[in-house]
């Protein structure tokens, strides 16, 4: 949990954004007309690298957790839901505008010289008095856009989990201590979007909602923070760009009893990347005032008490996951010295290489022909068909070896497989590790056990 100053990485924003429109991970929404602020679209590596992520998020939550099922609610909910949750009333930021350049800001992002002076951070024009923003986007049901027809986009997805809380119980005879586990969209009519794919108005949210009994709900807090830290550590993040943050009493929500945020050191400084929060009884109890429902819990187990469980909230942004992972495996190397200068390039050669943890790389394993003809592209295709049922592959035979190689570390490939003539002669290929850029002779038989044998072994050199 070191507390760094000061960023010292070598990636920067306008290096993770070019990257990542070059290699097809994050592509600007709607682009051809001009690009949709705060939206983005996933590409091909994207996609793959964010369902990686969810899918670890996934498993670490309710495959290794006997407590914790899982959960997809709809995104349109009854609009009273909003009321109970408190985000009609509450969800809103300060909002100032400029009147001179038109620039938009949240009034506690301004410099408390320029709030005072209603000074313009931007262009010294005059600013206009705070007045409060809501930020949840409306829409309308039904043919009338009337009044009645009125829905919102959720802004969270933890009321999804909320308001179903009863029927899992039932449905599935869950017992307090338990989990509720959901990976959806959630949409948030933001004021300013900045850095990237790190504050959107369209994003995803991994959230896991434990309801446990009250009084134990201290307990249970420090235990989900311990557990969500321990969590990062398994994915091979940088551990000393993590740090924790608690939120000051007078900061916190309305309904958080406590509050930490893990907070990241993205090039842009330490900024929030998973909340873990004490939310009390507020949630149900809110739901079961606004829904005339009742919300408690019958304890079988302590002589059928009735009581109002706490709950222990842990919640991530999934895309702002995405940046994290991508900042934190973004390296430049000169690669003088490194591995075979030859094959890999000139020996004053720079290459761009994403460290991914090899269980969240968008490919897996690359298949490299050394040459298209002679038979090996198609030794290479056999090979591919092998590994694919059990890994993402790709394939490349265009341009010299060493280029493809770079292709392969910026794509954050962990694993390259060459097929050469001795390929053809004894049954061999070649094994490139990405981090290192060592290269071993491997049987073709052995291939696949050798290749979950590195994954599961896999230590990041930092």
Not at 69 to 87: K, N, Q, Y
Not at 88 to 103: A, I
Not at 139 to 159: K, M, N
Request: glycine content about 6%; hydrophobic content about 35%; proline content about 4%.
């Amino acid at each position: 949990m070191a507390e760094l100053k000061e960023y010292t990485g070598k990636a920067t924003m306008e290096k993770i954004t070019s990257l990542a429109k070059r290699r097809g991970f994050v592509f600007q929404s709607s682009e051809i007309y001009g690009g949709q602020r705060g939206a983005w679209d996933y590409g091909p590596l994207g996609i793959e690298l964010k369902n990686r992520i969810a899918g670890t998020w996934w498993k670490e939550m309710t495959q290794l957790h006997d407590d914790i099922v899982g959960l997809d609610a709809s995104i349109l909910m009854h609009p009273r839901t909003w009321e109970a949750s408190g985000h009609v009333e509450n969800f809103t930021d300060p909002l100032v505008d400029c009147k001179k350049c038109k620039s938009r800001f949240r009034d506690d992002m301004i410099p408390e010289e320029n709030m005072k002076a209603k000074k313009c951070p931007d262009c010294g024009g005059e600013l206009t008095d705070p007045r409060n923003f809501n930020l949840m986007f409306k829409t309308h049901i039904g043919a009338a856009e009337d009044t009645a027809s009125v829905l919102y986009l959720r802004p969270e997805t933890a009321q999804g989990i909320y308001v179903n809380y009863k029927n899992i119980i039932q449905s599935n005879r869950m017992k307090i201590p338990f989990g509720i586990a959901q990976v959806g969209k959630a949409f948030r009519n933001e004021i300013v979007t900045k850095n990237f794919i790190f504050r959107t108005c369209e994003f995803e949210q991994l959230e896991m909602q434990y309801f446990v009994k009250p009084g134990e709900d201290e307990k249970w807090f420090d235990e989900w923070k311990n557990r969500r830290w321990e969590y990062y550590k398994k994915l091979g993040v940088k551990m000393d760009h993590l740090r924790w943050y608690q939120h000051p009493i007078d900061k916190r929500a309305h309904y958080a009893k406590d509050a930490y945020d893990i907070e990241y050191l993205f090039p842009m400084g330490w900024s929030e990347l998973e909340g873990v929060h004490n939310r009390s009884d507020y949630d149900l109890a809110r739901h079961a005032e606004y829904s005339g429902k009742d919300m408690q819990y019958i304890d079988q187990d302590d002589n059928n008490a009735r009581y109002t469980p706490y709950i222990i909230e842990t919640s991530a942004g999934l895309t702002r996951n995405v940046l994290m992972v991508l900042c934190d495996a973004y390296d430049e190397e000169k690669v003088a010295d490194k591995g075979d200068v030859a094959s890999e390039g000139s020996a004053d050669d720079w290459r761009t290489v994403l460290r991914f943890h090899p269980s969240l790389a968008p490919i897996t394993v690359a298949i490299l022909p050394l040459m298209k003809k002679d038979g090996l592209a198609e030794l290479a295709q056999d090979i591919r068909t092998e590994l694919k049922e059990d890994y993402s592959t790709d394939y490349d035979q265009a341009g010299a070896i060493g280029r493809r190689y770079r292709r392969q570390d910026e794509a954050g490939t962990p694993f390259c497989v060459t097929v050469d003539y001795q390929s053809k002669e004894d049954n061999t290929v070649t094994l490139r590790f990405r981090d290192s850029m060592e290269q071993v002779r491997v049987p073709r038989a052995e291939l696949a056990v050798r290749l979950k044998q590195e994954i599961k072994a896999y230590k990041r050199a930092n």
